[in-house]
C-alpha cells in the first residue's frame, strides 16, 4: 500500500520560494503518475503541477513558470519547487500518486488520483 508525506510548508513573503517534498512508502513512485494538489480556504482542490512516468508534466495556468515539480527515484521522494510566491498561493497541498495516464486528465481531475498524502500548510503572507 503506497503511503505519502509531505513536508516542507510554512509562511512565506510574497516574492519568496518554498521547496515542498513528498516521501512515498510501501510502493516505488517511479512508474506511477504524481502530482501536487493544492487546496485554498473555501475552494475545492485543485491541480498545480503532474508528472507522468514518462517525463511529461502539466501546470495550471496560474503556476506555469513559477512552479516546477520532480521526482527522485532513489530516494522514492517528489518535489514541488515554487518560486515567486504569491498570496493566490496559500493553501494546503498535497501530493497524489496513482497509476500512469493521461496526466493533464489526471491532473485536472482529483478523483483520478487514489493515493494522498495529508497536507502540508503554506501561507504566503507579508
Known amino acids: 500500500q503506497l503511503q505519502l508525506a509531505e513536508s516542507g510548508g510554512g509562511l512565506v513573503q510574497p516574492g519568496g520560494s518554498l521547496r515542498l517534498s513528498c516521501a512515498a512508502s510501501g510502493s516505488p513512485l517511479e512508474y506511477t503518475a504524481i502530482g501536487w494538489f493544492r487546496q485554498a480556504p473555501g475552494k475545492a482542490p485543485e491541480g498545480v503541477a503532474c508528472?507522468?512516468?514518462?517525463?511529461?508534466?502539466y501546470y495550471a495556468g496560474a503556476v506555469q513558470g513559477r512552479f516546477t515539480i520532480s521526482r527522485d527515484n532513489g530516494k522514492n521522494t517528489m518535489y514541488l519547487q515554487m518560486n515567486s510566491l504569491k498570496t493566490g498561493d496559500t493553501g494546503v497541498y498535497s501530493c497524489?500518486?496513482?497509476?500512469?495516464?493521461?496526466?493533464?486528465?489526471?491532473?485536472?481531475?482529483?478523483?483520478?488520483?487514489?493515493?494522498w498524502g495529508q497536507g502540508t500548510q503554506v501561507i504566503v503572507s507579508a
Open positions: 497524489v500518486a496513482d497509476a500512469a495516464g493521461a496526466i493533464q486528465a489526471m491532473c485536472r481531475h482529483r478523483g483520478r488520483f487514489s493515493y
Open positions: 508528472l507522468s512516468s514518462d517525463g511529461s508534466t
